[in-house]
C-alpha cells in the first residue's frame, strides 16, 4: 500500500517544494518595498482616523505606535510574506492543478490556466473589495465608537494580523465560484444539488464568515451577505457546465404500472 502512495508523495513534496520556493523568492522582491506596503495597508486606518476624528493625516499617523523595540521589523517581515504569498499565488494554484491534473481527463487538463487566472483574480477582487469597501466601514465605525471614551491609540503589530486577516478571508470567501466550477467539471455537483443546499449553505456561510473574520458582527454581515450573493452566481455557473438532467413527467401508462 506504501509503495503505491509513494508515488504520489513524491510529486506532492514537489509541488509544495515549488510553492515554497515561489513565496521565499517573492518574500525578497516584497521586503525591498516594506515601506510602500506598509503604507498601503495602513492607508484604510488612517483615512479613517483623519475622517472621523476630523484630524490631518500627520497627526491620524502619530495615532499608530509600537510597543516593542522589535516590533517595526517583525511588521516589516509579516507585510512582506503577506505581499510575497499574494505575489506566488498563481503559482500556487498551478502547482495545485498539477498536482491533481493526472487523474483528470484530458479535456479537464485544459481548464488548467482558467482555473488558474480565474482563482487570482477572485481572490484579487475579495481582497480589494475588503480594502476599498469593508475596511472603511468597519474602521469608521469601531473609532467613532470608541473614540468619545477613550483616546485611540493602535499598535501597528496587531494592526497589520487584523488588516491581513480581512483580507485573506475575503480573497478565499471569494473563491466559491471558482470552486464549485472546478466541482461541476468534475461532474461531482449540479445546479439541483446547489439549490437543495441552499438553505444549509446559509448556515455554513455564516459559520464560515465567523471564522475568517474578525469577532465582530459588522464583519461577519459585510461578508457573508456577498457569499450569498457569490452562492447564487456559483449556481448560475454550475448550470451551464453541468447541469442536472430533467425530470421527464410520469406518463399515464407509468402510472398504471405502479398502480398495478
Given at each position: 500500500?506504501?509503495?503505491?502512495?509513494?508515488?504520489?508523495?513524491?510529486?506532492?513534496?514537489?509541488?509544495?517544494?515549488?510553492?515554497?520556493?515561489?513565496?521565499?523568492?517573492?518574500?525578497?522582491?516584497?521586503?525591498?518595498?516594506?515601506?510602500?506596503?506598509?503604507?498601503?495597508?495602513?492607508?484604510?486606518?488612517?483615512?479613517?482616523?483623519?475622517?472621523?476624528?476630523?484630524?490631518?493625516?500627520?497627526?491620524?499617523?502619530?495615532?499608530?505606535?509600537?510597543?516593542?523595540?522589535?516590533?517595526?521589523?517583525?511588521?516589516?517581515?509579516?507585510?512582506?510574506?503577506?505581499?510575497?504569498?499574494?505575489?506566488?499565488?498563481?503559482?500556487?494554484?498551478?502547482?495545485?492543478?498539477?498536482?491533481?491534473?493526472?487523474?483528470?481527463?484530458?479535456?479537464?487538463?485544459?481548464?488548467?490556466?482558467?482555473?488558474?487566472?480565474?482563482?487570482?483574480?477572485?481572490?484579487?477582487?475579495?481582497?480589494?473589495?475588503?480594502?476599498?469597501?469593508?475596511?472603511?466601514?468597519?474602521?469608521?465605525?469601531?473609532?467613532?465608537?470608541?473614540?468619545?471614551?477613550?483616546?485611540?491609540?493602535?499598535?501597528?503589530?496587531?494592526?497589520?494580523?487584523?488588516?491581513?486577516?480581512?483580507?485573506?478571508g475575503f480573497g478565499l470567501a471569494f473563491e466559491l465560484p471558482v470552486f464549485c466550477y472546478f466541482l461541476a467539471l468534475m461532474g461531482l455537483i449540479d445546479d439541483r444539488m446547489m439549490k437543495g443546499f441552499f438553505r444549509y449553505?446559509?448556515?455554513?456561510?455564516?459559520?464560515?464568515?465567523?471564522?475568517?473574520?474578525?469577532?465582530?458582527?459588522?464583519?461577519?454581515?459585510?461578508?457573508?451577505?456577498?457569499?450569498?450573493?457569490?452562492?447564487?452566481?456559483?449556481?448560475?455557473?454550475?448550470?451551464?457546465?453541468?447541469?442536472?438532467?430533467?425530470?421527464?413527467?410520469?406518463?399515464?401508462?407509468?402510472?398504471?404500472?405502479?398502480?398495478?
Amino acid at each position: 500500500m506504501f509503495d503505491d502512495l509513494r508515488p504520489h508523495l513524491v510529486e506532492l513534496r514537489k509541488r509544495l517544494g515549488i510553492s515554497v520556493a515561489a513565496v521565499i523568492l517573492m518574500f525578497f522582491v516584497m521586503w525591498s518595498f516594506h515601506d510602500a506596503l506598509l503604507s498601503w495597508i495602513t492607508q484604510p486606518l488612517i483615512d479613517a482616523l483623519a475622517t472621523t476624528a476630523k484630524i490631518s493625516r500627520k497627526a491620524a499617523m502619530g495615532m499608530i505606535v509600537t510597543r516593542e523595540l522589535s516590533e517595526a521589523f517583525f511588521v516589516a517581515m509579516k507585510v512582506s510574506f503577506f505581499a510575497g504569498l499574494l505575489a506566488a499565488l498563481p503559482v500556487i494554484l498551478s502547482q495545485i492543478w498539477l498536482f491533481i491534473a493526472p487523474g483528470l481527463y484530458a479535456n479537464e487538463k485544459k481548464m488548467m490556466i482558467p482555473i488558474v487566472v480565474g482563482g487570482t483574480g477572485m481572490f484579487l477582487i475579495g481582497a480589494a473589495f475588503a480594502y476599498y469597501f469593508v475596511t472603511p466601514l468597519g474602521f469608521a465605525f469601531f473609532i467613532e465608537f470608541g473614540s468619545a471614551s477613550f483616546v485611540p491609540m493602535y499598535n501597528i503589530g496587531e494592526y497589520v494580523d487584523f488588516f491581513t486577516k480581512i483580507l485573506f478571508g475575503f480573497g478565499l470567501a471569494f473563491e466559491l465560484p471558482v470552486f464549485c466550477y472546478f466541482l461541476a467539471l468534475m461532474g461531482l455537483i449540479d445546479d439541483r444539488m446547489m439549490k437543495g443546499f441552499f438553505r444549509y449553505a446559509i448556515v455554513l456561510i455564516f459559520i464560515l464568515a465567523a471564522i475568517l473574520t474578525p469577532p465582530d458582527v459588522l464583519s461577519q454581515l459585510l461578508m457573508a451577505v456577498p457569499l450569498i450573493i457569490l452562492y447564487g452566481i456559483s449556481i448560475l455557473i454550475v448550470a451551464a457546465v453541468n447541469p442536472a438532467p430533467k425530470e421527464e413527467p410520469e406518463t399515464l401508462e407509468d402510472e398504471e404500472e405502479t398502480i398495478d
